[in-house]
Every structure is written in structure tokens, then in C-alpha cells.
């Protein structure tokens, strides 16, 4: 009886084992094809000079 328990426990593991490389993979695989091929580009116009305080001066004047 010991030796039946013992393979089924084996089993076991080697299920959990082989699923376990199968989410690795899984997901390996979508994140590296997901890097390779990302179609996602940002909008190619820059933005409008005067926006918000980039021209600002730190140095305020005196009028």
C-alpha cells in the first residue's frame, strides 16, 4: 500500500512541476512577443511651445 500512495504523490508533483512551465512559458512567450511587435506609438506632434511654464524665466523681471 505505501508504494501505490507514493506514486500517486509523485504524480502530483509532476503535474504541478510541468504546469508551472507551462505558465512560465505562456507567459514568457506573450511578454516577448508583446515587446517585439507593439504597434502602440505615441502621437508624432510635438507639443505646442508655449505650453504651460516651460518658457517661463526663473528670474523674475522688474518693469
Known amino acids: 500500500m505505501p508504494d501505490d500512495k507514493d506514486k500517486e504523490f509523485w ?13 512560465i512559458t505562456f507567459f514568457g512567450v506573450g511578454i516577448y512577443f508583446t515587446a517585439k511587435y507593439n504597434t502602440y506609438a505615441p502621437p508624432d506632434t510635438p507639443p505646442a511651445p508655449d505650453w504651460g511654464i516651460a518658457k517661463d524665466s526663473p528670474i523674475h523681471q522688474r518693469r
Open 11 to 23: 504524480k502530483t508533483v509532476l503535474k504541478l512541476a510541468l504546469g508551472a512551465i507551462a505558465l
